[in-house]
């Protein structure tokens, strides 16, 4: 079947499960057409420039179209008592961003806000489940449990840049 499968079977005894092979495909296409098409040699993608980006998008995109993500991550990250969830700690935030996706995410729980802070929230957290898959915190063994978070982030990126080309943004090219 597929070599990635297989390896992971014989090296490290995971059933790495097909849909969780494609998803993790369809998640490195998408992140890498993202950076294609937002960001060039100059200027790379980082959390800080994202803020721009997500400014310019929310003056062109409905964000409600992304209702589904803040009601996941909203769900995911921020507990009944307003605190981080352990899922909201294991993303490992940097820390100077932390603090501010987490209260964008508590304030969209609690008020249903929709603005450019929700937007570059969701990007964040996109790309740190991209650095925390391909710089080893999310091994092979536990790929399967992040299948719904990957999932769902591959529909926001879907719609994200498919917004992005229809409106012909180009971010920082």
Request: net charge positive.
């Amino acid at each position: 079947m597929y070599e990635i499968i297989s390896f992971c079977k014989k090296r490290w005894n995971v059933n790495l499960e097909e849909k969780t092979y494609f998803g993790c495909a369809d998640f490195l296409f998408y992140t890498s057409w993202f950076e294609e098409i937002l960001y060039n040699q100059n200027i790379h993608r980082s959390d800080e420039h994202d803020k721009k980006i997500a400014r310019d998008l929310c003056h062109m995109i409905d964000i409600s179209k992304f209702e589904f993500l803040g009601n996941y991550f909203s769900g995911r990250y921020v507990d009944n008592d307003s605190k981080p969830t352990n899922y909201f700690k294991q993303l490992r935030l940097n820390q100077n961003h932390q603090e501010n996706v987490f209260n964008i995410l508590n304030e969209y729980k609690n008020q249903k806000a929709k603005n450019e802070d929700l937007l570059w929230a969701y990007i964040v957290i996109s790309y740190r489940f991209r650095n925390n898959m391909f710089h080893g915190n999310k091994g092979a063994q536990n790929l399967n449990n992040y299948i719904v978070p990957i999932k769902k982030i591959n529909i926001f990126l879907n719609t994200l840049l498919s917004s992005i080309i229809e409106n012909g943004y180009k971010g920082y090219n």
